[in-house]
């Protein structure tokens, strides 16, 4: 069976050939991957969004298709269409850039409701449907939306449904600027690099492998206790106008399990859950007036409920919980107790 902490660490050794820095990202498409998720990428242009999820693409050996949304793009162009061939006078069914195992929308906010509307499919079911007939989609398939957040015009906001369908929101920072400095003395030497110059690392057998070792990690009924109730706080806060819904909670145990299994653990530790919580909330809940007229964001809220809610610790019974997750092929270690 693959480790998945081998797995990641491939990835991201190989993506480092290009990439520099930006090891959150990389995390975050890993455990995505590993979890059947979907990504939306914030950042401001010329942070490397595009190229993340293009190396992302080469390391894996995944096919990848970019589309590039705008306002006049219709589903049709993304999902496919039915064409009409004279010489045969048979149609003929043309499918759309959707079918790839790694989906880049970039600049998802800049197509219509209609357009954002003919992924929502594709990201639940993993299937598209075109005229009367249902296709599905390469398995893994994975979609990573990109988005400006300072430039608002001629963009429209994501529907509740279609923020809810992405697992994780993840941001890409400006770098720091020793990174910064890297950058130039890399591209000085090297003015070609780019995606094309890192070589696949891993195949679609060892991402199933790795997924399978994953989804038998052992998470304690007080971890889930926990999980339950940052996203059950999300729902009272004052500061926001809707909570997160259930798909929050599991996205929560899916990918904590497997932030884990990349950290070379076999049961998940609270940390693992707190690391996640800004990544899987902060696109799904909605502020509250008061909130925003004080110019909070979502993520400083949802920051904030992390920081009150009590994580496991000081009842938590480590003999009792290592009988129990060794009775399940898991080994606990003192590391749980100490949260």
Partial sequence: ???PAALYADIRDEMRQVLIGKETLVKGLTIAILTDGHVL???VPGVAKTTVANLFAEVTGFDYNRIQMTPDILPADITGTSIYREQTGEFDLQKGPVFANVVVADEINRA???TQSALLEA????????ESETLDLPDPFMVVATQ????????YELPEAQRDRFQLKLTADIPERDEEAELLDRFDRQPDLDPSKVTQVVDSEAIAEARDVASNVYIDQTVKEYILDIVAETRESPDLSHGASPRASL????TSKTRAAIEGRDYVIPDDVKSLAVAILAHRVGLSTDAELSDRTTREVITDIVGRVEPPGSG??????????TADG???????AEK
């Fill in 1 to 3: 069976m693959t480790d």
């Fill in 41 to 43: 990428l914030e950042g």
């Fill in 112 to 114: 219509t409701p209609k």
């Fill in 123 to 130: 990201m639940q079911e993993r299937t598209v449907s075109i």
């Fill in 148 to 155: 400006n957040p300072i430039e608002m015009e001629g963009t």
């Fill in 251 to 254: 996205a929560f145990l899916d």
């Fill in 316 to 325: 938590f019974d480590a003999a009792e919980e290592t009988e129990a997750a």
């Fill in 330 to 336: 898991g080994q606990l270690e003192d590391e749980f």
